[in-house]
């Protein structure tokens, strides 16, 4: 079986779980799930009822915008990929002395509570998501994971991101999959190798940075910032 992601024949599986011995990345072969079904009866419920207290939310996103607030000087449209519960854009706002706010989010009843705070809001997939206008800066937070072809995620960010324009990728890294686990949302673990390779020959790395555990999430996460180039 081919690696989803670098395309190499290279690969090790075990049951659902496919390993690229050359570019490394990990991920489960589920086949595809209704997402919007998923999100609304599954990953809500995780994110809002059963969820970490908001001082610690805060507190790592927090620290997550104190890594990337340097690619936001010059950013006057900024949208975020999964607005969540808007920690991040509580921090944006906070802290941003310039730039316009936007997001796009799966779950309907997390983007009428973005609505409420009187925010820009896309109400669909990413992959769906229209806009008529171009993003300065965009940004994702462990999103791209819960994508079964993470391609589509890149297609669409082609599509809204301006020429060299910012994208911010926030992935898991160094957990493990596991064959028979039921399906949690997340389809990939990337490694740097992975995400550089699914990100180019269109976008540029410009800094990677691997977060300590508890820092941004409970877990280690890899930052990247890329650069549209093409």
């Not at 997550?64 to 509580?90: M, P, S």
């Not at 896309?122 to 806009?131: E, G, I, R």
């Not at 039921?182 to 990337?190: A, R, S, T, V």
Request: hydrophobic share 30%; glycine share 4%.
């Amino acid at each position: 079986m081919k690696c989803i992601i670098c395309k190499s024949d290279n690969t090790k599986r075990t049951e659902k779980v496919v390993k690229c011995l050359d570019c490394k990345h990990v991920y489960r072969d589920y086949g595809e799930i209704n997402l919007e079904d998923y999100y609304t009866n599954n990953y809500r419920k995780k994110i809002v009822i059963n969820k970490p207290t908001d001082r610690l939310l805060l507190e790592r996103n927090f620290n997550k915008y104190n890594l990337v607030k340097d690619y936001f000087k010059d950013c006057k449209t900024f949208l975020e990929v999964g607005f969540g519960r808007g920690h991040f854009w509580q921090q944006f706002e906070e802290n941003q002395k310039s730039g316009t706010y936007y997001c796009c989010e799966i779950d309907l009843g997390l983007a009428e509570e973005a609505e409420k705070k009187g925010i820009n809001v896309y109400k669909s997939k990413f992959q769906n998501m229209k806009s008529n206008f171009l993003f300065d800066v965009v940004a994702s937070f462990d999103v791209i994971e819960h994508f079964n072809n993470p391609y589509e995620y890149k297609t669409k960010l082609l599509e809204v991101l301006k020429l060299n324009g910012t994208a911010i990728i926030q992935v898991p890294v160094d957990r493990k999959l596991h064959s028979r686990e039921p399906f949690d949302g997340h389809y990939h673990y990337f490694s740097k190798e992975s995400i550089r390779t699914l990100f180019s020959p269109e976008f540029e790395e410009t800094n990677s940075t691997k977060t300590e555990k508890g820092q941004v999430a409970n877990g280690r996460e890899l930052i990247t910032i890329f650069r549209r180039v093409k």
